[in-house]
């Protein structure tokens, strides 16, 4: 397995290196040349439009089969449902009780229950199938929502721009395919009526198409949009429209090179396995799932069409799958640091797996070889190991819930994992990291000047401030997560003391209670503040840091990660914001996370509350739920035991759940007093999101927390975290223990243990930095391990992303290059061997050697 998972490697990186290289002119060899003849082209579309209804509706083979009963059932019941309440709407309404005319997202609603409803009467076995007075009803209702909702543009476009350019142009265009028979017959002027609404509309484009130059047509939107038009184009038989959107959505395949942004975009996947939409917003769990879905989508819907070579794609979707989806799925459910906003919705983490799951199934039917074999031993793997069932019924395909069944059941595949079980991986372009051994997973969420502390929008995670502040989410094997985590982790966690956080001593408000409307209003200041305008973006939704210091380096399944906190870009841009505008001032701290085996060690040096006031840092929060019979011990240094809440200068903490079989250890290394707690928390899920139901969560909240009090000297800290650690392994580590704190300072951290003989250290200030006979310059992130035969391997990084190179001297016999990456040199210096290495335009990746005497 691990053979093929190299060959696997080889093949996607060769593949990807050359889509990235590809000029505008590469990529269009993506799409052939026209079609011979006009005849051609129109059997091309009809093919297209014939596999789209496939996709969508099923086919008779698929739908004949038992396993999608459950999914056409739910088809069918969905329409009548739609039906029953067309037939009880009241004056001015298509379906009872949705209010048109001032309410976009309700709009949206109405096209997509009228596409619910034309989506029964063409899915084979359903009994709406070919129901023409049902289809024709379908299409009155386009026309009654063209005629008095949508087709004034002078009346439209209110609310949110995307429900106007992509949600309702989505649901619109597919039913106007699956009733292209019967509005052929029926009405058959309606189908190029709406396209040219659906163009008008798209108002962030130019002249009625798309424009690579608009922040609003990047990453999933551009598929979104563009998959739109291609299936319009088809409608049409619009060859040149086809096209022109293929072209355009063949942009999302490239990987972002920061340093050579085409069209000023940062949206998309990164070298290193990172996804960002909005510019700077870790979202691989929310919009880049999207983005999976509807390339997946879209290569299905071309197959065989003879508009595109998909098959061309495939590969690199494959990747995106192996190198930026599967790190993050633990157990099948997805994790909290590349969620954005998301992460406040109360169908979250394994809802999030089952959308993937769908598309890698599709995936691996269009792939082939290893990778078709390694992506369904990948789907069979997420459902042995996933800790909640996954419904088929809410695949979006019947065709999809069938090729599902016949992996599950295909007993020649082997459930496997696209990754090793002990890895430890560096998301570095969007300041993420995830560290995973067979017993647990540690996600690490950062932020800097170039990846944002959080998403708020929409009232949409209401509380966000401090996600990107180092905090962290300790993933248990075994366990159902959604006890630990999701949306009731955010609502009975106090938000000032997530996991891992440091932060101010201060009552902070969300945007509604600061504003009165789910985003700062005043179009007439000069930075212009509307519902969308970049200002927003800027200081509201998702703003910023101020330090460039985020990033760190892997060896092997070790790593090193660092990161300075800073505060947001309001507060330095505080003179030209308007006098009403709420900025918020950050805690100070420098951390750095060593991830090894059974340890996560954590340093922190100059940390307080910042400008006179008091913070707060949170070794750890958990939750479980409220009948859960939860302990918590520990000793005192002086030898004594602790029990239950208070503060006390401990040496190590156990928090255990002995109803489901979890603990976690917490050795403390320095850092004066803790304080522990376990509550009782209840409080409203709407406290996060306005748009969540009114109904409570309970859970048993646990907290460890030192407090730094105001105007005091700033604190330093060092403690480790041992997932699944016994009381008696937790007492070892205060005897003799093989973690060593080397340096913790605001310049250098660096830690030693002498198990693994691994030396790892971050490095924050220019100037020459010693510890442990190695010597580093400038700011770096480094791991050196060496064994007795005179052996070392090292990773360095460049965790500003700003850096030519970085120079590191290994103090003893002089070393020579066994092997190591492109950019590595090796020279002998006096009392030992200098290693340069080349970081310049690495954005943060980790560069490896080996050197040997």
């Known amino acids: 397995m691990e053979a093929t998972r190299r060959q696997l490697s080889r093949r996607h990186l060769s593949r990807r290196h050359l889509m990235s290289a590809l000029s505008a002119a590469g990529l269009l060899a993506v799409v052939p040349v026209r079609f011979a003849s006009a005849a051609a082209a129109a059997e091309g579309a009809a093919r297209l439009l014939a596999n789209t209804v496939d996709v969508f509706a099923g086919t008779a ?113 597919r039913t106007l395919v699956l009733l292209a028979s019967e509005l052929a017959a029926y009405k058959p002027e309606l189908t190029a009526t709406y396209i040219a609404s659906m163009d008008a509309y798209l108002r962030n484009g130019t002249n009625g198409d798309v424009n690579l130059d608009s922040r609003f047509h990047t990453g999933a939107n551009l598929a979104d949009i563009t998959t739109n038009r291609i299936l319009q184009g088809a409608l049409l038989g619009d060859e040149n429209r086809i096209r022109k959107a293929l072209t355009d959505q063949l942009t999302v395949f490239v990987t972002i090179d920061p340093y050579h942004l085409s069209h000023n975009v940062t949206d998309g996947h990164y070298a290193d396995g990172s996804f960002i939409q909005h510019g700077s917003v870790a979202y691989t769990g929310s ?107 809410t695949f979006v395909s019947p065709v999809s819930v069938v090729r599902y069944a016949d992996i599950l059941a295909d007993s020649a595949l082997t459930p496997a994992d696209l990754g090793p079980a002990e890895r430890s991986v560096a998301f570095n372009a969007m300041d993420k990291t995830v560290h995973r051994r067979p017993g647990y997973a540690f996600a690490l969420a950062r932020s800097s000047a170039r990846i944002s502390k959080y998403e708020y929008m929409s009232g949409e995670n209401l509380l966000p401030w401090f996600q990107g502040e180092g905090a962290h989410y300790l993933y248990l094997a075994g366990q159902d997560q959604t006890e630990a985590f999701g949306v009731d982790y955010y609502t009975t966690v106090s938000p000032y003391g997530l996991a891992g956080v440091t932060a101010p001593v201060e009552q902070r408000r969300s945007i509604p209670e600061l504003y009165g409307t789910p985003y700062y209003d005043n179009p007439s200041h000069p930075l212009n503040f509307t519902a969308s305008s970049e200002s927003q973006n800027a ?73 006179g006031r008091a913070a707060t840092t949170t070794v750890d929060a958990r939750t479980a739920l409220a009948g859960d019979a939860v302990t918590v011990t520990g000793g005192h240094r002086d030898g004594r035991a602790f029990t239950g809440g208070g503060e006390g200068e401990l040496a190590w ?65 060092a403690y480790a975290l041992i997932p699944g ?80 190179t970085v120079s590191v001297v290994l103090r003893g016999p002089r070393l020579r290059l066994e092997k190591g990456d492109e950019g590595v040199r090796v020279t002998p210096v006096p009392g030992g061997t200098r290693i340069d290495v080349d970081v310049h335009q690495s954005y943060g990746r980790s560069f490896t050697a080996t050197l040997v005497g």
Do not use: C
Not at 680 to 703: G, K, L, Y
């Open 287 to 393: 919009y880049g799932k999207g983005l999976l879905t509807r390339v997946v989508q879209t290569l299905k819907i071309l197959d065989g069409s003879g508009f595109a070579h998909g098959e061309e794609l495939v590969p690199t979707v494959f990747g995106w799958v192996r190198d930026g989806f599967a790190p993050l799925i633990f157990e099948g459910w997805m994790m909290e640091i590349v969620k954005g906003r998301a992460v406040s919705r109360t169908t979250t983490g394994y809802s999030d797996v089952a959308v993937i799951v769908e598309a890698v199934v599709d995936l691996a039917s269009l792939a082939t070889g290893a990778e078709s074999t390694a992506l369904r031993q990948y789907v069979k793997y997420l459902r042995t190991t996933s800790k909640a069932a996954l419904d088929p019924a």
């Open 653 to 717: 903490l156990r928090w255990a759940n002995t109803t489901r079989d979890s603990a976690v250890g917490y050795v403390f290394l320095d850092g004066g007093p803790l304080r522990v707690a376990l509550d009782n928390v209840t409080r409203s899920r709407r406290v996060v999101r306005t748009s969540n139901p009114d109904t409570p969560a309970t859970r048993q909240v646990f907290s460890a927390t030192y407090d730094h009090a105001a105007n005091a000297e700033q604190a330093t800290l």
């Open 725 to 804: 650690a016994s009381e008696r392994a937790l007492r070892r580590y205060t005897h003799r223990g093989p973690l060593q704190v080397l340096a913790n300072t605001a310049r250098l951290q660096a830690v030693h243990h002498t198990g693994l003989d691994l030396t790892a250290l971050n490095s924050f200030s220019a100037g020459r930095h010693r510890v442990a006979g190695i010597s580093v310059e400038g700011p770096a992130s480094v791991l050196v391990r060496r064994s007795r035969r005179g052996r070392a391997t090292l990773a360095v990084a460049d965790p500003t992303t700003r850096r030519g």
């Open 61 to 173: 083979a698929s739908n004949a089969r038992p396993e999608a009963a459950g999914k056409l059932s739910a088809l069918v019941t969905t329409a009548k449902a739609r039906l029953k309440s067309m037939d009880e709407a009241g004056p001015g309404e298509l379906f009872k009780g949705l209010a048109l005319g001032t309410n976009d997202a309700n709009l949206n609603t109405a096209y997509k229950q009228l596409h619910e409803i034309a989506l029964a009467t063409r899915a084979p076995g359903s009994e709406l199938l070919d129901a023409t007075a049902v289809q024709r009803r379908v299409i009155d209702g386009l026309g009654w929502l063209h005629e008095r909702y949508y087709g004034d543009q002078s009346k439209g476009y209110y609310g949110n721009w995307f429900n106007w350019e992509i949600g309702i142009s989505q649901y619109a265009t």
């Open 539 to 611: 200081y509201v939704y998702f703003p910023r840091g101020l330090a460039d210091h985020s990033g760190g380096a892997v060896l092997g399944a070790y790593g090193a990660v660092a990161m300075v906190q800073s505060s947001d870009v309001g507060v330095r841009d505080r003179e030209k914001l308007p006098d009403d505008f709420v900025v918020y001032r950050n805690a100070t701290a420098t951390k750095s996370w060593f991830l090894l085996d059974d340890e996560i060690v954590v340093l922190a040096a100059g940390v307080g509350g910042d400008g």
